[in-house]
């Protein structure tokens, strides 16, 4: 089975920290990467797509590196409700099969 | 309306019983999908068709079965359901066409087998 991998948490940490996670994967052919997020019982959703040249969305980094085969996602200054699981996606190569990691909980607290 | 509907969106129903969860979308997506999602195991994929006429065993096919009645629907069977089959179900569906892989999904089935 090709692997995600990612630290399953808890990320236990107050409001307006900053907070990194990392996700290894296997594949070296594998060519998309995203992140996901998903609240408690809830589907996932798209949180960002990860280029080879990084990228940001306000207060999100995600970055990849190839030759290590990992993907980060770095959240500056956490609000709240960013407290939920964050997904690592892997695509493979030709089909595209999206492969999951376990997730990475993020418990931001007052 | 969202995009992409499940039902049942929760169903209890006894070992062996024939139990079929479905899901529809409005995307227009040619690509749809089934998963699985146990505590701490993250997402597992059952089944996926890129088309009404191509379907493909996921990693975890053993004990389900799969119908694109059409390009908007996608229904996955469980024949004789068992215990270890209760878990939290996501259909989702994607469009390479778009130049994009993301996947949109359903609201999920929660599915208890006793």
């Known amino acids: 089975r090709k692997e995600v991998e990612q630290d399953p948490g808890p990320f236990n940490v107050p409001e307006g920290a900053t907070v990194a996670f990392n996700c290894t994967y296997s594949n070296s052919a594998s060519q998309s990467f995203f992140w996901y997020r998903q609240d408690c019982r809830k589907e996932p959703k798209l949180l960002m797509s990860v280029y080879s040249s990084g990228n940001e969305d306000g207060r999100f980094t995600a970055q990849l590196n190839r030759a290590s085969q990992y993907i980060s996602l770095l959240i500056r200054d956490s609000k709240l409700s960013d407290s939920a699981t964050y997904l690592c996606v892997v695509n493979e190569g030709g089909s595209y099969i999206p492969t999951f990691g376990r997730g990475t909980s993020l418990i931001v607290h007052p | 309306d969202a995009d992409v509907t499940q039902t049942p969106r929760n169903r209890i129903t006894k070992t062996g019983k024939r139990i079929m969860l479905e899901c529809s979308q409005t995307?227009?997506?040619?690509?749809m999908y089934w998963y699985r999602q146990d505590p701490g195991l993250g997402l597992r994929l059952i089944y996926y068709?890129?088309?009404?006429?191509?379907?493909n065993k996921g990693e975890i096919s053993d004990g389900y079965s799969v119908s694109r009645q059409a390009q908007a629907k996608f229904s996955l069977s469980l024949e004789s359901a068992i215990p270890n089959q209760t878990a939290l179900y996501f259909c989702a569906t994607s469009d390479p066409r778009t130049g994009s892989y993301e996947q949109y999904f359903g609201p999920g089935t929660r599915l208890t087998v006793t």
């Open positions: 068709s890129f088309d009404v006429k191509d379907i």
């Open positions: 995307k227009g997506h040619d690509r």
